[in-house]
């Protein structure tokens, strides 16, 4: 493995326990992406994309194996290791986006600012051009309860790229969208990966998602069983 | 650390506010348990302070000297419970007799209490005795007076023993009537001057206590005892301690009332709330600091409770203290013995006041933090997907 890799994934393999026995959700896993990647996991449901996603986000364990960022083996990581990384490195969008529902858009896309202890004055600057990149700084007031699915979503990719992340992973983000919606957020985020250089990581079986990406990797039962360059 | 707390302090203001009905409704029924533990502690407070300073003031005064063969609880001690008196201008010699009164034709068993006219140790008004140019004068306290239709002017026939055993009996005169809050120098008895006293009963320069004023060096013999200020108000302050626990009943109710309504919303929370707590965690928090910003909700629903409370009850208590809370049952508190006023004017501490916030907040935090617990053994990505 290059060393030069953003992420890098070497043996890794997650079990969870069922029952008595335990299910193999990844089996063995070696990948690794470089920055500035556009790149999706596809295949059918169960195939282990998204608990890959969770592991490079560090939401969750791996059994067994390395999963490095910037080089740095976040398989032992302490709780507090973890989510200064999700804070500071990695940005997530969700496929049913995840809001906070007390806070306005803008206390939304602001809160990852917050954790990072930036100051309110810059804080403002971010926020308002994350919104900017996304078309909706205009809604910066309503609460997520009065916006819609496609906005909601739009409202999740401002709040990942508000602090410039090295990594989005984005779960699922067009499953709960129409068509329209899809194409949009897909174009924003081609945007954002071309103009920030942000590393994307998406899991996804939408076709319109798939289009869009210059890396599939595809997975079934746990395991590798094609990785693409387009 | 402190940035990181203030954080969590105000993201939990923000929760619990948007949170709207359910919110105010369990601050409300906080902070009414708030009021009501100010109101009635401050009012028991209230009512030791006066029962304390209306004792020392007419009866106790610094302390008492007493015979030892006196007990002021036994009325079979009175007949010999006297000595010859300790000579000393801080005291004054109370002598206690018994003997009755024939108001109106009826019999009344009272106590005669002599003490010196010219006394001002004690606020009983004895410098009648010297204005008057009645033979035998006497004042007797309200509740004494009005419980037997007795007033001032009356001429009413005493009989009593004199130290031989002897009989005796002349028509006294009641010069005034005083008003007080102490049943125990009121209910039963008629004071006259001690000089007097010695005069009808043949036991000169004998008492059966002294009321001291002052630093008393109480060197005594072995026929005194000394009992100071705090060993005679011992038994109404413990009095006024258990009325306090025995009211407290009503409060620990509505606090129960109110700390199960916060352990609802958190159990609540915890359910129903994953995949805001799996985000949170996605966004930066560890799972520490997301139990911690949730207890800080449940402590928080204690802090608006307190201040809400506070903001109500301090000029309401306050107000209370000058104007007074009337009492329906004077009159049985005075058969009953016990100093209680006409009024009682609740007294709020800065002590009761914190301590009452301290211990609702901690009670609250606790309480808080039991359900939210379950959040360290969390799954991440099950709570992200709101999977109960």
Known sequence: ?230 | MIQDLLLNFKLAYKNIISAGLRTWLTITTLAFAFLLILFFNSLYTGWEYQGVKDQIDWEFADGQIIYKEFDKNDPFTIESGHHQMIKNENIAPVLIRQGNLYPQGRMLPIAIKGIPANQSIVKLPTHLFHESKEEFPVIIGEAMATNNHLKKGDKILLRWKDKNGTFDAKQITIVGIFHTNVPTIDMGQIWMDIDLLWKMTGLEKEASYHIVKGNYNHELKSQWRFESQQDLLKDFISMVEMKKGSSAFLYIILMFIALIAIFDSQVFSVFKRQKEIGTYIALGFTKKRVTLLLTIEGAMYAILATIIGSLISIPLISWLGVEGVTLSSKEQSQQMGITIGEKLYPMLTSKLLFSSIFWIILLSTIVSYLPVRKIAKMNTVDALKGKK
């Open chain 1, 1 to 230: 493995m290059s060393t030069n890799n953003l992420i890098e994934l070497h043996q890794v393999t997650k079990r969870f326990p069922v029952g008595d026995g335990e299910f193999t959700a990844l089996s063995d896993i070696n990948l690794s992406f470089s920055k500035g990647e556009f790149a999706g996991l596809i295949g059918p449901s169960g195939s282990g994309k998204t608990t890959l996603l969770n592991l490079i986000g560090a939401l969750d364990d791996s059994t067994e194996g390395e999963i490095k960022i910037n080089g740095k083996n976040i398989a032992n990581n302490s709780d507090e290791a973890s989510a200064l990384l999700r804070n500071e490195h990695i940005g997530f969008i969700f496929q049913s986006y995840n809001l906070l529902p007390v806070y306005t858009i803008y206390e939304n896309v602001e809160f990852p600012l917050i954790l990072q202890k930036i100051p309110k004055e810059d804080r403002k600057i971010m926020v308002l051009q994350a919104l900017e990149w996304v078309g909706l700084k205009d809604i910066a007031n309503k609460k997520p309860s009065q916006i819609s699915g496609g906005q909601a979503q739009r409202v999740a990719i401002a709040r990942s790229i508000v602090k410039k992340p090295e990594i989005i992973l984005a779960d699922e983000p067009t499953a709960n969208l129409d068509s329209e919606n899809a194409y949009k957020i897909m174009d924003i985020l081609k945007n954002l990966n071309e103009e920030l250089g942000i590393t994307f990581l998406f899991s996804s079986h939408d076709s319109k998602v798939i289009k869009y990406l210059k890396r599939v990797i595809s997975l079934e039962d746990g395991k590798i069983i094609n990785d693409e360059v387009k």
